[in-house]
């Protein structure tokens, strides 16, 4: 079952300066290219596994449901625009009787530990939160317009009171609320999206690289300590790999590395820091010479580190052997087969 308003929403049309433009069109072609905002159905190049069903918005934005090992993209439940494919790591809903079918919420007790949760709903009700946190989280209205409150509780039993309407909730362990996970008389995990494409050939170029990754995030904001990857091309072993990822030591900011035989070339961080936005960043790879631009800044560049030998993998919003994952909406992924001019790097991520 699926409920929701859809509301459509205008476009708008902006100039872009010739210079831009130029470089823009002195691009090369990629020799591979994702685009997951077109929708289903799924590149035939992407491996897609999930073991268990798992919620999204479809393009009449409503919330609807994904069978075990389906790839889940994601609208605007307001303007209906194409969000990208969402990949999400492991999330657990602690709350029961929350399913899809709406039914408001019951008062209920939750065994917790001394870490982060993040308590989410739809409606106009409350949930008071007593026990080992006191809190009270108000609604704010009905669907799309859903509560979120991030807490730490004590270790213990968190009692949850619910007075008025309070439909779609969850309660997850994690700094920021994920996508909707059902739950009748038990707590239900969501296990994490895992796209990986798993052949190289016939695109890639070993001696020069540029990769470029377009995405948006769920949450607000990078957890503390907390890596997201991006895009990973390596193998198994990781001492060889390229990556575009971010965390939240580099201030928000799109990060890049390079590891030759275990070796790492060291991390480089893109100027400009950002929350909650869609980021676009592009990252090129020769020997002794590297560099990253996201949202158009000038790119951080750097004259170290030797290229990755043996890589066979691409991962898609997780780090090879399924850790590290990202968490909102990946867009688009291009692989450009030399390393692409400051110029260029920074107008393809403008």
């Not at 530990?113 to 080992?132: K, R």
């Amino acid at each position: 079952m699926s409920f929701g308003i859809p509301v459509r929403n205008g476009l708008a049309i902006g100039l872009l300066s010739s210079t831009f433009l130029s470089t823009r069109r002195a691009l090369p072609p990629a020799t591979f290219s994702l685009n997951f905002l077109a929708g289903a159905p799924l590149d035939p190049s992407v491996t897609f596994t999930r073991s268990t069903t798992a919620t999204f918005v479809g393009s009449n934005g409503l919330i609807q449901s994904s069978a075990i090992n389906t790839p889940r993209f994601n609208y605007d439940p307001v303007t209906l625009a194409p969000q990208g494919l969402i990949i999400e790591g492991q999330r657990t809903n602690l709350l029961l009787n929350s399913d899809i079918l709406g039914t408001n919420l019951s008062t209920q007790n939750v065994t917790v530990t001394a870490q982060s949760y993040t308590i989410s709903f739809y409606g106009t009700g409350t949930i008071t939160l007593s026990g080992v946190a006191i809190q009270t989280v108000t609604g704010t209205g009905v669907y799309p317009s859903r509560r979120t409150l991030t807490f730490t509780p004590t270790a213990g039993v968190l009692i949850c009171t619910v007075t008025g309407t309070v439909q779609f909730a969850q309660l997850e362990a994690g700094t920021f609320a994920t996508s909707f996970i059902p739950t009748a008389a038990s707590a239900v995990t969501r296990e994490p999206d895992v796209a990986v494409v798993n052949t190289l050939t016939p695109w890639f170029n070993s001696s020069q690289s540029t990769l470029y990754a377009e995405w948006t995030n769920i949450a607000p904001a990078i957890p503390s300590g907390v890596t997201q990857m991006i895009c990973q091309i390596g193998e198994a072993t990781l001492t060889n790999f390229y990556a575009i990822f971010q965390s939240q030591g580099a201030g928000a900011k799109a990060s890049t590395n390079m590891f030759s035989g275990g070796v790492n070339a060291g991390r480089m961080d893109s100027g400009g820091a950002y929350s909650n936005v869609t980021v676009k960043a592009a990252s090129a790879f020769a020997a002794l010479d590297r560099a990253i631009s996201a949202n158009g800044t000038v790119p951080t560049t750097s004259s170290s580190g030797n290229l990755p030998v043996g890589v066979t993998t691409l991962t898609l919003g997780h780090q090879i052997g399924s850790t590290n994952f990202f968490n909102g909406y990946f867009r688009v992924f291009k692989y450009y087969p030399l390393r692409l001019t400051n110029a260029q790097l920074q107008a393809l991520s403008s």
